[in-house]
């Protein structure tokens, strides 16, 4: 059974955040190489759909139903991967880039912590509403 109650956001320092990369890390590398899959997927699609169009449509099903197993199973992954980042309290901002915030409190108001695959560490922070251009280093 799943709970529907509100989860309360959960708050962290800098230090947590950075401890919980070793979670967020692995899910982020996931999402970003099933979005490239993906693109390759649904580029490959398009093109044979092309191909489809201008030779009368005499292609095997095959062709299509393996595509579409591909394009179903990568979004299944990115799903997956964001769902489980999601549970461990931090958000995911950039599927391609592999941007990741936590929710923090700075004086008593939210900010995000915010991180991006290849960095070793947390390391900047930006307001609710300044997103990755605002981000300043850390501390708070």
């Known amino acids: 059974m799943h709970d529907h109650t509100?989860?309360?956001?959960?708050?962290?320092?800098?230090?947590e955040a950075s401890e919980l990369l070793s979670a967020v890390r692995p899910l982020a590398e996931q999402i970003v190489e099933h979005r490239r899959l993906l693109a390759i997927a649904l580029q490959r699609r398009e093109r044979l759909?092309?191909?489809?169009?201008?030779?009368?449509?005499k292609l095997p099903p095959r062709a299509f139903a393996e595509l579409e197993s591909e394009v179903q199973g990568a979004s299944a992954e990115v799903a997956r991967c964001v769902r489980e980042i999601h549970e461990l309290g931090a958000q995911i901002k950039d599927l391609d880039r592999g941007l990741v915030d936590f929710p923090?409190?700075?004086?008593?108001?939210?900010?995000?912590?915010?991180?991006?695959?290849?960095e070793e560490r947390v390391g900047h922070w930006?307001?609710?509403?300044?997103g990755f251009?605002?981000?300043r280093e850390l501390p708070l």
């Open 6 to 15: 509100v989860a309360t956001t959960r708050y962290f320092t800098p230090e």
């Open 49 to 57: 759909q092309v191909v489809v169009r201008n030779n009368g449509g």
């Open 104 to 118: 923090a409190l700075r004086d008593g108001e939210e900010v995000l912590l915010c991180w991006q695959l290849g």
């Open 126 to 130: 930006h307001g609710l509403d300044d």
């Open 133 to 135: 251009a605002g981000r």
